[in-house]
């Protein structure tokens, strides 16, 4: 292992303050990465965990680094492993199209939603845009092109992962906590609630759903633009999106994603041409910029999960001069500025690729 001068001053110096902090038994046993990892995370406005593994050296750490996670849109990952593994298996055509039409839109993050209807983009392009800019409405369409996310959840438990699973489309947990608002919520369409989410956000795209609230549902477009919903969906968000997996997108462990992310470099978990394929995506993310990539000059392969101002998860493959660095991090409970989370993330990717490298200049 390369660690520099300054590291291994770093790494001291949290030892040591570490050990008068906290005498537990054990603690001689904690690997120099873990205990600055364990000091770094502490200082986070929010629970944290994080997974790290040099994949060249072999050397690993980690803090909470089994305890579940909501996954929030990290989930994907696991969408476009599979969808490449079956492709492998000549069971999906990434070259096929497939139309967007308004019932498959999602609101949230991605473009497709900005487009006109009739798009029909390969499902390569779509792969690609679940992940790049963390297309929602991509998400669904892959989820249903892989077999639904139990034959989903059965294949990622079958190959090893078996806490890393998708409990529900993003729709289904908006309408969860819309109903917490007001019962009448529930029983609505995916198309619905999408159409009902853009009219919280003001978004003018609710101007092509409004056909589907007209007699008994026109009230609900004024129950979602009170303020009084608007405070108790906020509410029951801030309540229950950390802590309570009834209300999660998905679970996961910093461990299992990073096991998964080394199969993706390892090519272990498909072919090594899709795997090369998978690592191209993740090499063009567009969102995350503030997390493990902010403060490094190497390249850097990623998923990120939102949920603001909760939630700030990323995970991914750094490719740093002394080799291949996977970094998971997976937070909840944040109370602090989300802009603070996603810096301290940046910080500890920094000083990881510094351990292994030497001090960046």
């Not at 949230?108 to 390969?122: M, R, V």
Request: aromatic share 8%.
């Amino acid at each position: 292992m390369r660690a520099s001068d300054f590291a291994a001053r770093t790494v001291t110096a949290v030892v040591a303050a570490t050990a008068l902090a906290c005498p537990t038994f054990g603690q001689a046993s904690k690997s120099p990465l873990t205990r600055v990892l364990e000091a770094e995370i502490s200082r986070f406005p929010a629970r944290g965990g994080i997974y790290v593994k040099h994949l060249k050296t072999g050397e690993e750490a980690g803090v909470r680094a089994d305890e579940a996670f909501n996954t929030f849109s990290v989930i994907k990952l696991a969408i476009l492993t599979r969808a490449y593994n079956l492709a492998d298996q000549k069971k999906l055509d990434l070259n096929d199209r497939v139309e967007i039409r308004r019932a498959d839109v999602r609101d949230g993050s991605g473009i497709f939603q900005f487009h006109d209807y009739g798009l029909k983009p390969t499902l390569r392009d779509v792969l690609t845009e679940m992940v790049i800019t963390s297309d929602n409405t991509a998400t669904d369409i892959m989820v249903d092109k892989v077999g639904g996310f139990d034959k989903l959840n059965q294949w990622t438990a079958a190959a090893g992962f078996p806490n890393f699973q998708m409990l529900r489309h993003g729709w289904e947990w908006r309408q969860k906590l819309m109903v917490i608002a007001d019962p009448r919520f529930a029983g609505l369409s995916a198309e619905q609630i999408v159409g009902l989410m853009y009219v919280m956000q003001n978004n003018a795209l609710f101007s092509r759903y409004q056909d589907l609230f007209t007699g008994a549902r026109a009230g609900l477009v004024d129950v979602v633009r009170s303020a009084a919903f608007h405070r108790s969906y906020n509410q029951a968000r801030d309540k229950y999106l950390s802590d309570d997996s009834n209300y999660w997108l998905g679970t996961m462990t910093a461990r299992e994603v990073g096991r998964l992310l080394e199969a993706i470099e390892t090519n272990t978990i498909a072919s090594k041409e899709s795997c090369a394929e998978i690592r191209a995506i993740l090499l063009r993310q567009q969102a995350g910029t503030r997390r493990i990539p902010h403060f490094l000059s190497v390249p850097v392969g990623h998923k990120t999960g939102d949920g603001p101002p909760n939630i700030a998860n990323d995970v991914g493959i750094v490719y740093a001069h002394s080799g291949p660095i996977v970094i998971s991090f997976v937070t909840a409970n944040n109370t602090g500025p989300y802009a603070e989370l996603e810096d301290r993330m940046g910080r500890v990717a920094q000083m990881i690729v510094d351990y292994f490298d030497g001090p960046s200049n």
